[in-house]
């Protein structure tokens, strides 16, 4: 596949809002240490791409993982269950491109509570649409994937989710003025 670079560059003060069947959480990106990681997320959310695709995998005090459009048409149930879906098997899709990595370029790459990072396969630059938040600090992951951001509101949020639960929105916007970047 080839690697994406995203039309959108950051400014440093974008803010992602997840809104979920379990509550909201609010994540400050990080634009300045990966920002191919931010403006392609930041394109994904505001287009709709994560709307009503399902957090896909769950591994308790580790992450919960999302971002897969292969669940979309999904039933929650399935989901959790890993069953194949009309369009894949959950964990196996993306946006159809890959972006470059950064956690070896980003200062602030750290897997602390309620870290954001993208997913990726054995790949280096193989990150495209799926992410996932830290529960609890996971710092052996710091070398191998990129952190774009970090959770300010909702970690709450984040500890109640489990494989199935829904992702029914993600906007990026400026923080202060809550204007779309896009």
Request: with cysteine; hydrophobic share 30%; charged share 20%.
């Amino acid at each position: 596949m080839s690697l994406y670079q995203p039309a959108y560059t950051p400014v440093g003060d974008e803010v992602a809002t997840f809104t979920t069947n379990k509550g909201t959480i609010v994540v400050e990106l990080d634009g300045q240490g990966a920002p191919v990681h931010v403006g392609n997320f930041a394109e994904l959310a505001n287009s709709g791409f994560y709307d009503d695709v399902k957090f896909h995998r769950y591994v308790p005090g580790f992450v919960i993982q999302g971002g897969d459009p292969n669940t979309r048409e999904m039933d929650p149930s399935d989901v959790a269950a890993g069953r194949p879906g009309p369009d894949g098997m959950p964990g196996t899709g993306g946006p159809g491109y890959c972006i470059v990595h950064e956690y070896d370029r980003n200062p602030r790459n750290s897997h602390e509570d309620g870290a954001l990072a993208m997913a990726r396969s054995a790949m280096p630059d193989s990150a495209g649409s799926q992410f996932y938040f830290c529960l609890g600090p996971q710092h052996g992951l710091d070398s191998g994937y990129t952190v774009f951001g970090q959770t300010i509101e909702g970690k709450d949020t984040i500890g109640a989710l489990r494989a199935g639960d829904v992702i029914e929105s993600v906007r990026v916007t400026h923080g202060a003025s809550g204007e779309p970047v896009l």
